[in-house]
């Protein structure tokens, strides 16, 4: 991905799927203060994941599944709790590969079946953007500059 080759590794990487559910998601289910003081700087400590320990935490970040028993590789989903005006849970679905991390999509858990349905639907994302990753980057995030 020449395009992106000048950026850190890892790199985090928007993707269609993704800036369709924030804009969704914002204003609806999450403010703007949310996102900006929440969310966004929890997404950027993917740059840094192997050495922060927020993400040795299983209320913060884990593997995704589509079943009760099926882990999909590669598949992540961070978590957040009691965001929003009406206090929901948040989830993002995210893709780890080749070293770089791929923001899929985000869902407000409502329940366990819509939290596996949403894995099954990681699932085949994970497999689209491992044949081509550039069809589906809208960009990538970056620490704001000072």
Known sequence: MQCYDGLPS??????SWALDS???L???VVSAEDYWSTLRP????LTSRAADPKFNQPSFWGPAQ???TKMIPQAFKMKWHNIG??????RLGVIEHE???FLCHAWSKTSQHLDFARGGQLLARRDLLTKNPL????GALREPRA
């Not at 929890?42 to 400590?45: A, E, M, S, V």
């Open 26 to 28: 914002v204003p609806r």
């Open 66 to 68: 589509s079943g009760p």
């Open 22 to 24: 924030y804009l969704e």
């Open 99 to 101: 070293g770089d991390y």
């Open 10 to 15: 890892p790199r985090v990487f928007i993707t």
């Open 85 to 90: 005006p009406g206090r929901i849970q948040l």
């Open 42 to 45: 929890d997404i950027l400590r």
């Open 135 to 138: 069809a589906y980057i809208k």
